[in-house]
């Protein structure tokens, strides 16, 4: 077990790595929320109309359709028939989803994603107890119900409440009473439950994983037999559950997670110090020999370990 891992969380990548590939995921995603809000947000800021609409529907220098695939469902279930160019945008959508892994969008386009990790940064820091922690099959219940809404109303359902698009117009056209929604995420999950939007209600993040459930890009566990048990992924993983069949499995067990819900954020990749983790295919082969049984035994002080 490594010397250094009652250090705080990420400290030892740093110092074992330096400070850019232990935050070098958490940057590119920042970058790249950023990325996908400002191209959206060139055209009524500044005029210069590359991309326009929103993340429901776009339309990229004139030629290119994106259409939000679990908007087009609920359209398609309200009995709104859509446009040839939205089914198109839809699929061109979907399979890039279908291929990268469906939660990709939570965790690198997402604008939420950054409030979500902001109030999870603050729980912690304030040392807030964990709170209620619904089930993570909730989020599927919450999907089956948007769109048992959206057929029985006629309406796109989720689009009146979510908080995406609330953020997205506020920006545009100025917050006032969408600042409420995106707030109720905030709080939600800094005092009612930890990391409990993303992980266990948001029905995007639903139907996205589900979306994804067989994507090609991966994240596997292949030196995890040089784990030290520093828990320093756990505590970054937004979805932890998903990394113990991979880095904890025997010798025939894969190393690859396969959990449709990760999120494929890259942050375990960022704060482990041994390099335990990297991206990867869901077809990758390559051995990955199971950690060695461990005792469970404390480390002594110095001073114990020199008399």
Known sequence: ?????????????????GWWKAYQFLILRRISQVFFLGIFLLGPWAGIWWVKGN????????ILPLTDPFVLLQGMLAQHWPEMTAIIGALIVGVAYALIGGRVYCSWVCPINPVTDTAHWL???????????????????????VLAVSALTG???????NPISMLH??????MGFAWTFVLAVFVFDLVVSRRGWCGHLCPVGAFYGLLGKGSILR???TK????????????????????TPALRGADADTPIILSSDCTNCGRCIDVCAPDVFTFTTRFDETPAPARAERRNT??????????
């Open 155 to 161: 309406s796109i359902a989720w689009e009146l409440v």
């Open 298 to 307: 404390k480390r002594q002080p110095e001073a114990s370990r020199a008399a």
């Open 224 to 243: 995890r037999a040089e784990c030290d048990d520093c828990m320093d992924c756990f505590a970054v993983c937004p979805e932890m559950h998903v990394i």
């Open 55 to 62: 993340l429901a529907s776009s339309l990229t220098f004139d």
């Open 123 to 145: 729980h912690d820091k304030l040392g807030f107890a964990k709170g209620w922690q619904p089930k993570r099959n909730t989020r599927y219940w919450v999907l089956g119900m």
């Open 219 to 221: 994240v596997s566990a």
């Open 1 to 17: 077990m490594s010397q250094t891992t009652s250090l705080p969380v990420g400290r030892e990548a740093v110092l074992e790595k």
């Open 169 to 174: 117009r506020g920006l545009i056209f100025g």
